[in-house]
């Protein structure tokens, strides 16, 4: 049985992965289901990769600003 998407959402998620570890005693299921779990890893992995990218070339773009603005004042 399904739940209302309104009790899903109020939920933790400790109350989620309960739920879950309880219906997952009983129930089969097939690849995409492990396809699924490989594809959220792997979602999670590139998020994280992608936030140090963002921090990495925030820093870059700050020393860049940087050496500009020492540049500027050493030419005039």
Known sequence: ????IADLYGMTDAEVIA??????A???VGTDYWMTEL?????EKSD???GRL????????LVSVGIAA???FVTR
Do not use: G, I, P
């Open 1 to 4: 049985m399904s739940m209302k």
């Open 19 to 24: 739920e879950h570890d309880k219906v997952a």
């Open 26 to 28: 009983s129930t089969m």
């Open 39 to 43: 594809e959220r890893r792997w979602r």
């Open 48 to 50: 994280r990769l992608n």
């Open 54 to 61: 963002a921090r990495a070339s925030l820093v870059l773009a």
């Open 70 to 72: 020492v540049t500027l």
